[in-house]
């Protein structure tokens, strides 16, 4: 049997080997899917004893998906563009990596028809997911792309290494950095349960707002977004569910059908209010 996993921390919660048996039920493929717990000083060695067991892909996710990037001998071209990895190919003795953190983004985007062209576009965040996300939102032709984290200094280094119309903001100065289209939440403070601070002015309300997390840890963003008078505020999960299945394409040749799977997802976590 093929076997597969996702590799982060925490990882109980992850929906990939849910999404990933529905993928494989619909061709028919024998598939061994699993969460695997790895911090940045075990992933490594538990990477390596997946390999050893027979692992032939993997997904990866927070806090690792830079980490990821150096552990593989070659990248496909947008990994190695945003220096991010979400997606593991075994090939012979190596890892390749690639992103489609960013494809995922755009696709459930597209799906609730929020159109990027010449919009102005703030992205939370800089870490291995925003790197993807930042990318694939100045591909789209977002207008301006401005992007803050509270360390300075990567959100620098990130809008640097996009085009002109990419800035950095320091997130104390978000309340003078006017009004946006969209709002786009990468930061990981859902995870850890914090309460999410809402950081433009009161008057400056985008017409929509994004958490690329999905459930429990995207609802902090949620309710601020909301409270702030956001109309549209929209959690992560269809972008988990489309990456997931450019990851499954990836591995198995076949573009698996993204729409019950993401339907019967909704309606779980729904019901686990």
């Not at 494809?103 to 800089?126: E, S």
């Not at 280094?157 to 309340?175: I, K, P, S, T, V």
């Amino acid at each position: 049997m093929n076997r597969y996993a996702v590799f982060g921390q925490p990882i109980a919660h992850s929906l990939s080997p849910r999404i990933h048996a529905a993928f494989a039920a619909q061709f028919g493929i024998a598939l061994d899917y699993r969460a695997i717990e790895a911090g940045r000083d075990s992933f490594e060695a538990a990477l390596a004893a997946f390999a050893r067991d027979g692992g032939c892909g993997a997904n990866v996710t927070l806090p690792l998906k830079e980490d990821a990037a150096a552990f593989c001998s070659a990248l496909s071209e947008r990994a190695r563009r945003c220096g991010s990895v979400n997606t593991l190919i075994h090939d012979g003795d190596d890892w390749v990596g690639d992103s489609t953190d960013g494809i995922g983004l755009l696709r459930d985007l597209a799906r609730h028809d929020l159109d990027l062209r010449d919009r102005r576009v703030l992205l939370l965040g800089a870490g291995g997911a925003a790197r993807a996300a930042a990318f694939a939102l100045a591909d789209a032709g977002a207008r301006e792309l401005v992007v803050a984290n509270r360390t300075a200094a990567r959100a620098q280094a990130l809008a640097g290494a996009l085009h002109a119309r990419a800035r950095a903001c320091a997130w104390d100065a978000l309340r003078h950095a006017g009004t946006f289209d969209l709002v786009v939440n990468a930061t990981s403070a859902g995870h850890a349960g914090d309460v999410f601070e809402w950081p433009l002015a009161a008057d400056e309300a985008p017409a929509a707002g994004y958490d690329l997390s999905y459930g429990k840890a995207a609802r902090p963003f949620l309710v601020a977004a909301r409270a702030a008078g956001v109309r549209d505020a929209r959690d992560g999960l269809g972008m988990l569910v489309e990456q997931a299945a450019e990851s499954f394409e990836r591995w198995h040749g076949v573009h698996p059908d993204t729409a019950p799977v993401h339907a019967q997802l909704r309606i779980a976590l729904d019901a686990r209010g």
